[in-house]
């Protein structure tokens, strides 16, 4: 009974951790607009995120239940604690590995590659839920193609709106709206990422016996809605720099579409419990605007290496999950 609260606690720990991660990781891109076209601060944006992101965490918890029944059964998964524990390693190490190169990489993707990738390591192919997982990976897929299509759409239909108006005039108007977008984006990116860490949770308590159902526990809601918070107010400059400026050069108005595409997105996914790339549908959306602003603006060299990692992610967390559980068997 010791040692498996001792390795439930670890595993808690590694969740809140990878959730304080994700905070700073992930939600950088939520911000990244406004602050590169100064209509906040960055101090200003930054403490905006972490207190949207926390009322955002504590709004829902769709997405949690979907992370914690939909990949693997969390009642009959073999060796679960390794499986997550794992999990959570291989996530953590990829998520600071492209935050150090300023990468705007997926943390979704991590955190389900590495699930699976665990899974498959202990119990082989059988042990995963597929039909739950094709309905993740759907979701992951389809959700970066609606942002870039919502996004043109936003942009093409504010450049007929505003095609009398003064640029100057309105690119102030659109840098006071970019405070409330901003807000509503970083909202949007608690309701549905705070979620995962959540799962994560919920799932460790499921296999070690400590909980008999897929419902979140308000602690463990909170706790995560606290900790991403409190990883939002340390910021992610590198990938702001990215997101905010290598993939075009944003202006007010831009923002403000590319933040209300990327959002209405990220809440409708969450409102149909589905787990989405924060990272891959706020970039889409930005990239979407471009498209429709002038397509030579955009830095296609800069998406397709985004376009790349994101690929890469999926398998490559989940390869890295496996080769940590095979290791972490030795001492558990």
């Keep these: 009974m010791e040692e498996t609260l001792l390795i439930t606690t670890l595993i808690v720990i590694g969740a809140l951790t990878f959730d304080f991660i994700n905070g700073f990781h992930d939600t950088a891109n939520a911000i990244a607009t406004s602050v590169s076209t100064k209509a906040l601060k960055p101090r200003q944006a ?15 918890t ?22 997550i524990l794992s999990a959570l390693i291989s996530a953590i190490f990829w998520n600071l590995l492209t935050w150090y190169y300023g990468i705007p990489s997926s943390s979704s993707h991590a955190i389900i590659g590495s699930i699976v990738g665990a ?12 039909s739950g997982f094709s309905k993740i990976v759907q979701s992951l897929l389809l959700s970066p193609v609606l942002a870039f299509v919502v ?10 709106i505003f095609r009398n108006h003064s640029l100057t005039k309105s690119n102030n108007r659109f840098r006071r709206y970019q405070v409330l977008t901003a807000a509503f984006q970083a909202f949007t990116h608690g309701t549905n990422d705070a979620q995962k860490a959540m799962g994560i949770i919920t799932l460790a308590l499921i296999a070690n016996n400590y909980h008999n159902s897929t419902e979140i ?17 340390i910021g992610g400059w590198r990938i702001i720099k990215t997101v905010g400026n290598k993939i075009m050069k944003i202006r007010p108005v831009n923002g403000v579409a590319a933040d209300m595409s990327s959002a209405a997105i990220i809440l409708g996914a969450t409102i149909f419990h589905l787990p989405v790339s ?14 429709s602003h002038r397509r030579k603006g955009v830095n296609w060299g800069t998406a397709q290496m985004m376009v790349i990692t994101w690929v890469i992610t999926l398998p490559a967390s989940a390869i890295l999950a496996g080769i940590v559980y095979y290791f972490l068997q030795f001492f558990m």
Excluded: R
């Design 62 to 83: 769709g997405v949690a239940k979907t992370i914690t029944s939909d990949i693997v059964d969390p009642f009959t998964l073999e060796n679960g604690s390794v499986v």
């Design 217 to 233: 526990p308000f602690w463990v809601q909170f706790s995560c809605a606290l900790v991403m918070g409190l990883g939002t107010s």
């Design 151 to 160: 996004g043109f759409f936003v942009y093409s239909l504010f450049k007929i």
């Design 119 to 130: 899974a498959i390591a202990s119990s082989g192919f059988l042990g995963i839920n597929y």
């Design 278 to 291: 924060t990272t891959h549908v706020i970039s889409s959306a930005i990239l979407g605007v471009g498209a």
């Design 46 to 60: 930054v403490l905006l995120a972490a207190v949207m992101n926390f009322i955002g965490a504590l709004t829902f």
